[in-house]
Nanobody
Framework: QVQLVESGGGLVQAGGSLRLSCAAS????????MGWFRQALGKEREFVAT????????YYSDSVKGRFTISRDNAKKTVYLQMNSLQPEDTAIYYC?????????????????WGQGTQVTVSS
C-alpha cells in the first residue's frame, strides 16, 4: 500500500508558476506509475499528467501540454508537477495518484492510491 501527500498548492496570478510535490510512503514507490489529476468545483475529476515508473515516459492532457511538466525522483519517493503559464481555468484541487501496472496511463480507473489533494487557485 502507498500513502500519498501533496503539497505546493496556493494562490497565484495568471501567467505565474507553481510546483506541486507528492511524497509517498509505504510500499515500493518505484513500482508504480504515477499521475496527477484535478477537479474543479462542480466538475468531474480529470486527467492532467502521468509518468511511468522509470520516469522515461510521460503523457499530458491537451489542456496542459507544453505548460506542465511531470517528473519523479524515486530515491526521494516524490513526484512533481511543474506548472507554468497558469490560467484561471487551471483552478482546481490537484491530486496525485499511483496506478497498478508498469506504464504511464491517463485512465483514472487504473489508479488505486490517492492523496488528499492540494488547492491551486489562479487569479485573473
Amino acid at each position: 500500500q502507498v500513502q500519498l501527500v501533496e503539497s505546493g498548492g496556493g494562490l497565484v496570478q495568471a501567467g505565474g508558476s507553481l510546483r506541486l510535490s507528492c511524497a509517498a510512503s509505504g510500499d515500493t514507490f518505484r513500482n508504480y506509475p504515477m499521475g496527477w489529476f484535478r477537479q474543479a468545483l462542480g466538475k468531474e475529476r480529470e486527467f492532467v499528467a502521468t509518468i511511468n515508473w522509470t520516469g522515461g515516459s510521460t503523457y499530458y492532457s491537451d489542456s496542459v501540454k507544453g505548460r506542465f511538466t511531470i517528473s519523479r525522483d524515486n530515491a526521494k519517493k516524490t513526484v512533481y508537477l511543474q506548472m507554468n503559464s497558469l490560467q484561471p481555468e487551471d483552478t482546481a484541487i490537484y491530486y496525485c495518484a499511483a496506478a497498478l501496472g508498469a506504464s504511464a496511463t491517463p485512465i483514472i480507473n487504473q489508479y488505486v492510491y490517492w492523496g488528499q489533494g492540494t488547492q491551486v487557485t489562479v487569479s485573473s
